[in-house]
DNA sequence: CGCATAATTGCGTGGCGCGAAGTTTCGGGT
DNA sequence: ACCCGAAACTTCGCGCCACGCAATTATGCG
């Protein structure tokens, strides 16, 4: 890393930085639409490098298993967006409103195709890759709870324990949709399973007073 | 399959399940035994097998990915106890304060040695597994939750999204644990993390009455 | 323009997942 | 007690993938 490289949004930061990320975008971007094609089994890496007009080499250098490539396509900015979002709302908002309509705002842009998503619980492998991603989301959710809080993300639980159950009950919310009938709309199903979780500020006395006979 | 075969718990069940069970369990225990011994990017496939006595190619019959084993080893039936504990919780005890109370006792008999749980963190793959086998946890889970609420774990959404949220606010509750001090005990910041996710018993009307204007 | 750095690429290696065919072991029916 | 069907295990082998290494090319910067 030289001087001044990469921006974190890409906008005008030096010809390798903007070119590095135009591969990776391409190289993404091709791996979905060959496994929205094809189905994901018969997409090969040769095939998605090809198609980004790379070596399958190079593929490794972005991306360590062929199944990140294709769900880095769909999950990549949505992270940094529902923090953005989250930030955005209203402050005078309470929390658990505001965290649930930035998450629903956030998740059905885009295109929350039925057709995408039923693709990353079609393998395994996908399906492990999703859940890797939806992690990947918790972090800047996190810092925005931590944000509106008053917290700090790197040490309190709080901020990180609600965006870590957020993100279950969205990927909970995202399973039964697949199985619900067509008429469902995702963003009813998630506005319903998030506002079961999110739940108040935390308690200025964090300590739990419950008995604990165990270990 | 034959008339009668493996019953769910391995007890008194013909020759054939048992040897089944025994070599699933011989290669899962193994497995993580290897790799606490050398770590895991020292352990191959058919060091695992021959540990367990059984070919390579079997054990690809009954564990897709070579970190799928140790995982299986250490949060198997994990699961099962979990939501057995939440049955076992008596019935007048509030639902929050019974899930909190049963996955807590669950979580830490057993050995949740530091060591164990930060051999799944060292390495990605297994990260990864380890979050697979975290959702794993979620049905039976979701199955005691809707036993405890008179709902349906198949159809309604409450039971599945509580559980998902649980399991993920769990899983940031063992990171954090894995980052704090060494005095710090596991029970104490799972409760807490716990107990801002364990929510009431549902409203008897889901429907949300909050404005909807995307999408 | 020239050098340092970073990125890409070809090649080779080790390993993995799995399909097919053959062999051993178990279950149960007569 | 015996035998036959089925299930599990094994051996062989193929295609694919992740990655280290070294050479080549593109880029940043003085």
Same mark, same amino acid.
């Not at 930085?17 to 094809?38: F, H, I, M, P, V």
């Not at 930030?87 to 057709?115: F, N």
């Given at each position: 890393?030289? #001087?001044?490289?990469?921006?974190?949004?890409?906008?005008?930061?030096? @010809?390798?930085?903007? %070119? %590095?990320?135009?591969?990776?975008? *391409?190289?993404?971007?091709?791996?979905?639409?060959?496994?929205?094609?094809? =189905? $994901?089994?018969?997409?090969?890496?040769?095939?998605?490098?090809?198609?980004?007009?790379?070596?399958?080499?190079?593929?490794?250098?972005?991306?360590?298993?062929?199944?990140?490539?294709?769900?880095?396509?769909?999950?990549?900015?949505?992270? @940094?967006?529902? =923090?953005?979002?989250?930030?955005?709302?209203?402050?005078?908002?309470?929390?658990?409103?505001?965290?649930?309509? *930035?998450?629903?705002?956030?998740?059905?842009?885009?295109?929350?195709?039925?057709?995408?998503?039923?693709?990353?619980?079609?393998?395994? &492998?996908?399906?492990?890759?999703?859940?890797?991603?939806?992690?990947?989301?918790?972090?800047?959710?996190?810092?925005?709870? &931590?944000?509106?809080? =008053? @917290? +700090?993300?790197?040490? +309190? /639980?709080? $901020?990180?324990? @609600?965006?870590?159950?957020?993100?279950? &009950?969205?990927? #909970?919310? &995202?399973?039964?949709?697949?199985?619900?009938?067509?008429?469902?709309?995702?963003?009813?199903? !998630?506005?319903?399973? /998030?506002?079961?979780?999110?739940?108040?500020?935390?308690?200025?006395?964090? !300590?739990?007073?419950? =008995?604990? $006979?165990?270990?």
């Amino acid at each position: 890393m030289t #001087v001044v490289d990469n921006e974190p949004d890409g906008r005008a930061a030096g @010809l390798r930085a903007r %070119k %590095k990320l135009a591969t990776r975008d *391409a190289l993404s971007s091709a791996a979905l639409r060959l496994a929205l094609e094809r =189905g $994901p089994e018969n997409v090969r890496v040769d095939d998605i490098a090809a198609e980004a007009g790379v070596s399958a080499r190079t593929y490794n250098n972005y991306f360590s298993s062929r199944e990140e490539a294709i769900c880095v396509a769909l999950t990549a900015d949505r992270a @940094l967006r529902v =923090g953005a979002a989250l930030r955005a709302q209203p402050a005078d908002k309470p929390l658990a409103a505001a965290i649930v309509d *930035a998450m629903v705002s956030q998740y059905c842009l885009g295109e929350p195709d039925q057709k995408t998503i039923c693709l990353l619980f079609s393998t395994p &492998a996908l399906r492990n890759e999703f859940f890797r991603t939806t992690t990947a989301m918790e972090w800047p959710l996190a810092q925005a709870i &931590a944000a509106r809080t =008053g @917290l +700090d993300a790197a040490h +309190d /639980l709080f $901020p990180r324990a @609600l965006a870590g159950a957020l993100s279950g &009950a969205a990927r #909970v919310a &995202a399973e039964h949709w697949l199985g619900a009938a067509d008429g469902v709309r995702l963003a009813d199903v !998630l506005r319903e399973a /998030l506002s079961w979780v999110a739940t108040a500020p935390p308690a200025p006395s964090p !300590l739990s007073t419950m =008995g604990d $006979p165990e270990c």
